[in-house]
């Protein structure tokens, strides 16, 4: 069974730019989050759909941060314009179903963003 | 008060020895609760999903708390590849939140 995929792995920008995150999920996975996990602390929850509707976007900062899920498959999260303190792993999960159960989150590897 | 605490650590533990972490968690409403492993500049992976009762794989003991809110992480027997940083996570109102992590080193 594949597993989440993200794209780009690496990405290397200077503030005041903008930048785009791409995940698919794992096949049939209804609910998709996105993930911040600055160096040294645990990843904290940006945005999280159910197929192609926001569940809790209460984290994500909208004044710059933006994710849709248009088809309810995969998903693109864009910052503009980028800050030095948006530097972190960008990480895409998905579940089965709602995390209200027992459901296991699947990671992809992560996307690395530096803003110089 | 963070909503959930881990000891950052490192643990610096040798080979073959037995390590335990705790987890602390704020909110009583929390429904249910995990252990994530996250090697070096790897995506974090589910290592055990922690019951009620408890629950062990192998080497591996986790223990649920509910009057004290924490929950334990209990590794025996480490091996080198038991290296890496260990998160607690906890999910409430269908939202899961993790803790910043405790880093683990085992010895040669």
């Known amino acids: 069974e594949a597993g989440v995929a993200q794209s780009p792995r690496y990405k290397i920008i200077e503030k005041r730019q903008s930048v785009a995150f791409w995940c698919n999920p794992i096949s049939g996975h209804a609910t998709l989050y996105w993930y911040q996990q600055i160096l040294g602390q645990g990843p904290k929850l940006l945005i999280q759909f159910q197929n192609n509707g926001v569940v809790d976007d209460s984290q994500l900062p909208k004044d710059r941060f933006s994710a849709e899920r248009l088809k309810g498959v995969d998903s693109t999260l864009k910052i503009q314009p980028a800050k030095l303190e948006d530097s972190a792993v960008y990480l895409c999960?998905?579940?089965?179903?709602?995390?209200?159960?027992?459901?296991?989150?699947?990671f992809g590897p992560g996307t690395r963003l530096l803003v110089l | 008060r963070k909503e959930v605490e881990q000891d950052p650590g490192p643990f610096n533990v040798p080979e073959g020895a037995t390590v335990a972490f705790n987890c602390t968690y704020s909110?009583?409403?929390?429904?249910?609760f995990f252990w994530y492993r996250q090697d070096c500049r790897k995506e974090p992976k589910l290592l055990m999903s922690?019951?009620?009762s408890g629950n062990e794989d192998g080497r591996f003991t986790a223990q649920l708390n509910r009057a004290s809110q924490y929950i334990s992480l209990l590794i025996r027997d480490s091996k080198l590849s038991d290296s890496a940083t260990y998160l607690c996570?906890?999910?409430?109102?269908?939202?899961?939140?993790f803790g910043k992590g405790t880093r683990l080193h085992i010895l040669p």
């Open positions: 922690v019951y009620s």
């Open positions: 909110n009583s409403a929390s429904q249910s």
């Open positions: 996570a906890v999910n409430r109102d269908d939202k899961i939140i």
């Open positions: 999960a998905s579940s089965l179903n709602l995390a209200g159960s027992w459901e296991t989150q699947y």
